[in-house]
T-cell receptor, first 112, second 114 residues
Framework: LAKTTQPISMDSYEGQEVNITCSHNNIATNDYITWYQQFPSQGPRFIIQGYKTKVTNEVASLFIPADRKSSTLSLPRVSLSDTAVYYCLVGHIMNRDDKIIFGKGTRLHILP | GAGVSQSPSNKVTEKGKDVELRCDPISGHTALYWYRQSLGQGLEFLIYFQGNSAPDKSGLPSDRFSAERTGGSVSTLTIQRTQQEDSAVYLC????????????FGPGTRLTVT
């Protein structure tokens, strides 16, 4: 499984665009990149998944460069309610004995 | 439609007692996962079910932990002889089809062992 590295914490202000970058230098050819959001006292929520270039949905955009060794989750015009922990995961449809690894994520704090 | 539900939402138990945690996945989801999250930590993967079978139980922290799934739906995670280090939030998730990184999580059960 590809190891991921992401910042421990980030601060930003309401209305700003926030970019959280995840490094995954040993990503495999079949691996996808998946991001989750977790609010306090809740289970994680799937945000977005991508393989290459750019993926956009109603919540976020995911930018993946050609070498796929990193990815950037972009949250447009954040609000206070976007304060959460964001997890980056790398992998693909799994083998029977694989284990999904969530790291400690990036704790995003939005300030008024 | 209904999401993943877990019960109880909170459980306080005395050290040494057994506890049973329940997960009701999204209807039709064949894959089911259990995780544990200690305070301020990331998620620790415990076990995965495809249908009723769990191919790999090695993620369970000790032999006091067991899990089963019946009828391809509801799953229970049982912790015998609970210890204080078992205190955590236990999260369940499900996904359609095979084991996947796109999972849908329940709200969790907060277990406190006193």
């Amino acid at each position: 499984l590809a190891k991921t590295t992401q910042p421990i914490s980030m601060d930003s202000y309401e209305g700003q665009e926030v970019n959280i970058t995840c490094s995954h230098n040993n990503i495999a050819t079949n691996d996808y990149i998946t991001w989750y959001q977790q609010f306090p006292s809740q289970g994680p929520r799937f945000i977005i998944q991508g393989y290459k270039t750019k993926v956009t949905n109603e919540v976020a955009s995911l930018f993946i460069p050609a070498d796929r060794k990193s990815s950037t989750l972009s949250l447009p015009r954040v609000s206070l309610s976007d304060t959460a922990v964001y997890y980056c995961l790398v992998g693909h449809i799994m083998n029977r004995d694989d284990k999904i690894i969530f790291g400690k994520g990036t704790r995003l704090h939005i300030l008024p | 439609g209904a999401g993943v539900s877990q019960s109880p939402s909170n459980k306080v138990t005395e050290k040494g007692k057994d506890v049973e945690l329940r997960c009701d996945p999204i209807s039709g989801h064949t894959a089911l996962y259990w995780y544990r999250q200690s305070l301020g930590q990331g998620l620790e993967f415990l076990i995965y079910f495809q249908g009723n079978s769990a191919p790999d139980k090695s993620g369970l922290p000790s032999d006091r932990f067991s899990a089963e799934r019946t009828g391809g739906s509801v799953s229970t995670l049982t912790i015998q002889r609970t210890q204080q280090e078992d205190s955590a939030v236990y999260l369940c998730a499900s996904s359609p089809g095979r084991m996947s990184y796109e999972q849908y999580f329940g709200p969790g059960t907060r277990l406190t062992v006193t």
